[in-house]
């Protein structure tokens, strides 16, 4: 028998007004699991992670946080019952300094945990401590956004959401933080990414799943491939036959783990 997911999505729509961008979406991420959801631009993987922390309610469906139901929750009592959410735009407070930000951000988690302080997050973000007491506003993109994960990990949650966290960064910040979520996976926390990079998608995460196009005309048609499906065939088995994008995602996985590539193909 499975370990209980931290986190579970089960058949999950999401409409904006009368438009639906979410059909039937499931997931699930372990403990100590580090999981990407991986597609271009509208394929619903930001709706997705704003679903989760109730930013996107859903109209169907629900979301399971170790067992517990929290959709219909509002989303400061889900941060408060473990999740932590990292937005694309980061939203640190830009008048504060770095420290001050990282105060700010400092709870004990939904169990009394209290692994991360700052202390340790400056063991993990080395690059912070010096800048503890600079404007935060004045920080470099990469910065901001070390500071942003940094931040959150300050209130322990069970599950960290990262949305598009190589987003309008240069190639070489883009691979800082890269190495440094890659050492945060080794520390144990449990975390879900939503990118569109390929390259960084896939040299970090354990489990890569893909996202189409979320919007369809079938209704019911789950858009989000199942966390059932294997590492070495995580993408998508039913977009990946005629979505170029998720065909060369698969290509460029297995050449990355040296594996042989999946007999469908594109077109």
Not at 10 to 29: C, H, K, P
Not at 126 to 141: D, H
Not at 152 to 158: I, S
């Amino acid at each position: 028998m499975s370990a209980q997911p931290v986190v579970q999505v089960e058949d999950l729509d999401v409409y904006y007004g009368t438009s639906q961008i979410l059909f039937g979406v499931d997931l699930r991420v372990q403990q100590g699991e580090t999981m990407a959801l991986l597609g271009r631009n509208g394929a619903g993987k930001s709706t997705t992670m704003k679903a989760i922390m109730g930013l996107a309610p859903a109209r169907r469906g629900k979301v399971m946080l170790r067992g517990r139901v929290i959709s219909g929750l509002k989303p400061h009592h889900i941060a408060r019952a473990g999740l932590g959410f990292v937005p694309e735009d980061r939203q640190i407070f830009p008048d504060h300094t770095v420290e001050d930000n990282l105060v700010i951000g400092q709870k004990k988690g939904a169990e009394g945990q209290d692994e991360w302080s700052i202390r340790r997050v400056y063991k993990v973000f080395p690059q912070l401590e010096p800048l503890r007491y600079r404007i935060a506003g004045r920080l470099s993109g990469g910065e901001q956004q070390m500071l942003a994960i940094a931040r959150t990990l300050m209130g322990n949650p069970a599950l960290l959401l990262l949305d598009e966290p190589s987003e309008g960064l240069a190639p070489i910040i883009v691979q800082r933080i890269g190495e440094l979520l890659r050492q945060l996976r080794g520390t144990g926390a449990t975390v879900l990414i939503a990118e569109q990079n390929m390259h960084f998608c896939l040299g970090l995460a354990a489990t890569p799943l893909s996202s189409t196009r979320a919007r369809s005309s079938t209704p019911r048609q789950s858009r989000i491939s199942k966390p059932t499906i294997t590492f070495a065939s995580a993408i998508s088995r039913c977009s990946r036959k005629t979505d170029p994008f998720l065909f060369q995602a698969d290509n460029e996985w297995c050449k990355l783990h040296r594996v042989a590539r999946s007999p469908y193909k594109s077109g």
